[in-house]
């Protein structure tokens, strides 16, 4: 995917001035008042234990298992590269479909061809469909991009490396599969349809290669040919397994009518569950596979995405580098977003 950042990040001498002189009054303020005798008792700082950090406790996101939805990340990721048409790809076709079809889906198989852009081969790509009550003509759409990037070409020291695609990749489809746990028993009037897009980063080159190749042949499949059912909403799910978890509003959905009160009621969910990682505005403008969903197939989708990895602020980024690894993300997070995601089916209208 690509994105403009919106962030307004300011580096002005007179702040940074100002924030050292409120550390150092900190400090002095702090030390007051522990008392100097007590912090000469307890070591200077270079002996003292560090304080053990607890591990968040996921019951509070229960019944939707965070660290379920971890294990699946592992599992992906442990299949190495996922780049369309490879062993890696097959082997992931097959371990989705078959935890699909165990809870209760019906799975087929969106295939379609084209060359290969280094070596004109002929690859095929595949949009994997699961669908829950398929009768329902009334329906919602999950998803995300199972296909690796070819490389980790924004790797500072080797960008010719090998990419596993932890948190852009595996994250948004361990998360739907822990989501496809509960789909049999959830109290809802719509159909389910989860879609696994191929092709959505078969980039060898940016500047020449096509992202998005799995959605937009499934938005020109929807738009064009005759269906019996419709997309009541739909949301697509990329990069939501970041440790640092903060996730914007990302602003083409803000923006496009049909779409805004879709995400306005997801982040009302988040709000009331008070899962404060989901930010009620915008930040980034992000090109993903939501834009030809919704701009040739019609389908009102929204992009749920922290596209700030690791963080918002300055320091080494994650984001298609040999760094996007299973230790940088966590089933905090996928409990967060997947309980959200769950809640909302559970309420909407």
């Known amino acids: 995917m690509l994105a403009k950042s919106e962030s307004m990040m300011t580096q002005k001498t007179n702040a940074q001035s100002i924030f050292l002189a409120a550390v150092i009054l900190l400090a002095v303020v702090v030390l007051g008042g522990l008392g100097i005798s007590t912090w000469l008792k307890n070591g200077s700082g270079n002996n003292a234990a560090p304080s053990a950090r607890r591990p968040e406790s996921l019951e509070k996101y229960a019944p939707y298992d965070g660290k379920l939805a971890y294990q699946h990340l592992n599992a992906i990721c442990d299949l190495g590269k996922r780049i369309s048409g490879s062993p890696g790809m097959i082997q992931q076709q097959q371990y989705l479909t078959q935890h699909f079809e165990k809870h209760g889906g019906q799975v087929t198989r969106q295939e379609f061809q084209l060359r290969h852009p280094e070596n004109g081969d002929q690859v095929t790509l595949t949009n994997l469909i699961a669908r829950w009550n398929p009768e329902r003509k009334q329906r919602l759409l999950l998803c995300a991009h199972y296909d690796t990037r070819p490389y980790p070409d924004q790797d500072p020291v080797n960008p010719r490396g090998t990419f596993i695609g932890a948190n852009d990749g595996a994250s948004g489809v361990a ?175």
């Open 175 to 349: 998360l739907l599969c822990e989501l496809a746990r509960h789909f049999q028993g959830l109290d809802t009037t719509y159909g389910i349809d989860i879609v696994m897009f191929d092709g959505e980063e078969f980039i060898f080159d940016s500047q020449r290669d096509p992202f998005f190749l799995g959605s937009e042949y499934f938005a020109k499949n929807y738009a064009n040919n005759p269906r019996e059912f419709q997309y009541r909403w739909g949301v697509l799910l990329d990069m939501v397994g970041d440790k640092d978890l903060q996730i914007y509003q990302e602003r083409n959905s803000l923006i496009w009518k049909d779409t805004r009160p879709l995400v306005l009621d997801i982040w009302k969910v988040a709000r009331d569950l008070g899962i404060s990682e989901f930010k009620s505005r915008g930040r980034h403008t992000v090109n993903d596979d939501h834009v030809p969903l919704h701009d040739i197939g019609g389908i009102a989708i929204c992009d749920i995405i922290d596209f700030d990895y690791p963080n918002t602020g300055y320091g080494p980024k994650y984001w298609h580098t040999e760094r996007d690894v299973p230790k940088m993300c966590s089933a905090a997070s996928l409990a967060k977003v997947g309980k959200v995601m769950l809640t909302w089916l559970e309420r909407v209208k």
